[in-house]
């Protein structure tokens, strides 16, 4: 941490604050700057001048509690997160702070110095991500607003220019349902995000608060496998962040086709060793160039983004110890690309709804997933000028074929 972490203790027992200021001090590599304050109304009052990066807050203030302090600072917009101090550990106090707005609890006593710095330092990354899905859901908002300013503006324009009934009518009907289908979107991005988000962070925050109980060497065992779940969600979430910010910049229209000329065999070969890092246990990519021509010219971003994504989708979706058949091709100034798994399928009545922006299949509910994956392939695809292609049978998997034309002007 190159910058100072202020942090805000609100606590009326001054031996709490010599407590914590002693706990702070023992962190390894410290850097922190400890305030505190024992008034409810003077906490409130400093939380309001957005000066720290962290509040501490006691259980019990007096007259008052902290959790009423957590929901009256959250209603006058603080950004910064909480952390609750109880003097007891148990599932009641634990939901009472996270639906008050705490990110998390510890316990008053049992306090030590790298269970207090995980504790601080995950509750501050998930601030990070919330603020991240509130300034999506705010972009969001902001183009329902121009929705409804193009339809007013289309109105307008039917009364300057006296068009017919019909031809009035049927544009407004275009504009309110493009404004509904900016809403659903809306509805299903919040839904998605928070859920997703949800998972990873509340495995961070678990394995954070178990790892601070094992203290021996004996528990080295332990205490790496909840630094593999920590790694896996952080990888997780921000695999979500890049498909969130994948979607809003294609919609800005900031993806360009940038065509080089490269090796297409060695290429493919890897971005398939890369993909071996999403595999199951297991599970194995196949994969073959056919024929002699491996000369692509192509953009390699888009086409490594897309190959990526069909090759985690594919063991995402099938079972351990499937194989993952995955050919290349360049043939009559065509770049052919298949991916074939042994997974789950597509469900029939769900084909159609394959490449909609965070669509889900009715068999992939309990795989974790935004539904935004094949929706960005589609795109990327579109960009490139090329046309992808699945066949799929239940419970016998699924084949995707991506075909891109040759740029032979480079």
Do not use: C
Request: charged content about 30%; hydrophobic content about 35%; proline content about 2%.
């Amino acid at each position: 941490m190159s910058e100072k972490i202020r942090i805000l203790l609100v606590d009326d027992d001054e031996d709490d604050f010599i407590i914590t200021r002693d706990i702070i001090d023992d962190i390894p590599g410290r850097n922190y700057v400890l305030d505190w304050t024992g008034s409810f109304q003077e906490a409130l009052n400093i939380i309001a001048e957005r000066r720290h990066d962290i509040y501490l807050v006691d259980y019990r203030l007096g007259a008052h509690d902290g959790l009423e302090l957590i929901k009256e600072a959250i209603k006058q917009k603080s950004k910064a997160p909480f952390i609750l101090l109880t003097g007891q550990s148990d599932r009641e106090t634990d939901e009472k702070a996270m639906r008050a707005g705490a990110l998390d609890y510890l316990v008053k006593g049992t306090i030590s110095p790298n269970e207090l710095e995980r504790s601080i330092r995950y509750s501050i990354e998930h601030a990070k991500s919330l603020a991240v899905i509130q300034r999506l859901n705010s972009e969001l908002e902001q183009r329902v607003k121009e929705r409804t300013q193009e339809l007013g503006a289309a109105i307008r324009k039917l009364e300057e220019t006296n068009r017919s009934l019909y031809e009035a009518e049927q544009e407004v009907r275009n504009a309110l349902q493009k404004e509904k289908e900016l809403h659903e979107l809306k509805s299903r991005f919040v839904t998605i995000a928070s859920h997703e988000f949800r998972t990873p962070l509340s495995t961070v925050l678990s394995s954070v608060s178990l790892i601070g109980k094992y203290k021996t060497a004996e528990d080295d065992d332990k205490r790496m496998k909840h630094v593999g779940r920590i790694k896996s969600a952080v990888s997780n979430l921000t695999s979500i962040l890049n498909d969130f910010l994948s979607i809003s910049r294609i919609e800005e229209g900031k993806i360009y086709n940038v065509p080089t000329t490269f090796d297409m065999h060695s290429f493919a070969a890897e971005v398939a060793d890369e993909a071996q890092g999403v595999l199951k246990l297991g599970q194995k990519i196949n994969y073959k160039h056919l024929g002699e021509d491996t000369t692509a010219v192509l953009d390699k971003q888009l086409l490594k983004n897309v190959l990526f994504n069909l090759l985690s989708n594919a063991s995402k979706y099938s079972g351990e110890y499937k194989q993952i058949d995955f050919t290349t091709e360049v043939k009559d100034h065509t770049v052919r690309l298949v991916v074939q798994d042994e997974g789950i399928g597509i469900p029939e009545a769900d084909k159609v709804h394959l490449f909609t922006p965070f669509f889900r299949a009715q068999n992939v509910t309990n795989i974790q997933g935004t539904g935004l994956g094949l929706n960005i392939v589609k795109k990327y695809v579109d960009i490139m000028g090329g046309t992808l292609s699945y066949e799929s049978e239940i419970e016998r998997g699924t084949t995707f074929t991506v075909s891109l034309p040759q740029n032979t002007t480079l």
